[in-house]
């Protein structure tokens, strides 16, 4: 008998463990996703604001990258049923501002994003 509770208790003990070790991650990533939220909500708009950054938040928030023809990227939210149209930036990565105040005014208008 006393080996099997042994046995739970370390069982118990380790999956404690990998599920704390989770939470420290993802708040971890949170974090870094909310400095980029913040930077992209900023007035005026950052004129530094790069593509990967644009695409790695909206993912972040349950967009879909679709491709579109040329430079036309696509975002769509399946739950939410939102569309964000942009061009993807070449040969610089910087967004257009007037990207990203759509993206921003987009996102507040569907409670995505604190006015």
């Not at 530094?48 to 950054?53: A, I, L, R, S, T």
């Not at 938040?57 to 349950?62: A, M, N, Q």
Request: aromatic share 8%; proline share 7%; hydrophobic share 40%.
């Amino acid at each position: 008998m006393r080996k099997s509770t042994n046995l739970a208790i370390k069982i118990i003990f380790y999956v404690t463990k990998i599920q704390l070790r989770f939470f420290c991650i993802s708040d971890i990533l949170g974090l870094k996703y909310e400095k980029i939220l913040i930077r992209l909500a900023a007035k005026p708009p950052p004129s530094n604001f790069k593509w990967p950054e644009l695409v790695s938040v909206l993912r972040y928030l349950g967009f879909e990258l679709l491709t579109g023809s040329g430079s036309r990227r696509k975002f769509h939210h399946r739950e939410k049923n939102i569309l964000i149209i942009c061009h993807q930036p070449h040969p610089t990565p910087n967004v257009d501002k007037g990207c990203l105040v759509d993206v921003v005014n987009t996102l507040i208008d569907h409670g995505l994003l604190p006015k």
